[in-house]
């Protein structure tokens, strides 16, 4: 058998064994907790073998920040960061009630004042701008929060990038550590492979010397064997002489 016909023979007999690893039945599947944060997860896998075929049932781990529902679909809770809706960003600005004047000549206010109600008024007023700038002071904290929040947000996007990279740097580290103890395997085995070579190298010229040494041996046998029928031949033939010869003085 060749080489292709050898590596299409191995071939095949791995697609059999793969087959034959699929057909078994597996009822369920379980993953403990990987990271903080996450439950542990489990899968009923379908028995293809079964005519009582149960539906998959697949229960995924996730975060408890994100929140999942079939109305409200996926809600995200970042550790560290509260939720902001739109309800309270609105609802935190002081919007004044502004009333507009129908007809200019009879303004039909409601609220008039005499000079003392005015300038009691007038006060009123003024505390109430002072209140008001308060207000603004208030409004401008309230954005300054907002943009800090933001620039929280950003800190804490760069923060996950970095800590993106450098699970990437850790894998590739592990994988250069991976690569080095298989050139080192690698090389081990070369070396192990070099010392048999250089025995075997070293055995040559022994095994060459025993060989011819049997060799001489097997042809000297045979020499010798070849001699002693030839020297057994010949007193046969000097005997059948000699008997022929014996006959022939007794007649």
């Known amino acids: 058998m060749d080489l292709n016909s050898r590596a ?32 542990k997860l489990t899968i009923e896998l379908p028995n293809f073998n079964s005519s009582n075929r149960k ?15 079939k109305d409200e679909g996926i809600g995200v809770d970042t550790p560290g960061f509260t939720s902001i809706k739109l309800d309270d960003v609105f609802g935190a600005v002081h ?3 502004i009333k507009k004047i129908e007809d200019l000549k009879n303004p039909n206010i409601e609220g008039k004042a005499t000079e003392a109600e005015h300038a009691k008024a007038i006060e009123e007023y003024k505390a109430g701008i002072r209140y008001q700038e308060l207000v603004e002071w208030a409004n401008n904290y309230i954005g300054s929060q907002y943009k800090s929040l933001a620039s929280a947000v950003k800190a804490a996007t760069k923060g996950l990038n970095a800590a993106t990279e450098l699970e990437r740097l ?27 070579t250089a025995v075997i190298e070293q055995r040559v010229p022994y095994s060459a010397a025993e060989q011819i040494a049997s060799l001489n041996k097997q042809k000297a046998k045979a020499e010798k064997a070849f001699y002693e029928a030839k020297s057994e031949e010949e007193k046969a033939r000097d005997f059948i002489a000699n008997l022929g010869t014996s006959n022939t003085d007794k007649k």
């Open 8 to 39: 299409k023979k191995a071939a095949e007999t791995r697609r059999k064994n793969t087959k034959a690893s699929k057909a078994k039945t597996t009822t369920t599947s379980s993953v403990g907790t990987i990271n903080e944060g996450e439950t």
């Open 170 to 196: 850790n894998q590739q580290f592990i994988e250069l550590q991976k690569q080095k103890k298989i050139t080192q395997q690698k090389g081990f085995e070369y070396v192990e492979q070099a010392h048999k």
């Open 95 to 97: 919007i004044p009630n």
């Open 55 to 69: 539906e998959t049932t697949v229960n995924p781990s996730i975060n408890s920040s994100i929140k999942y529902s």
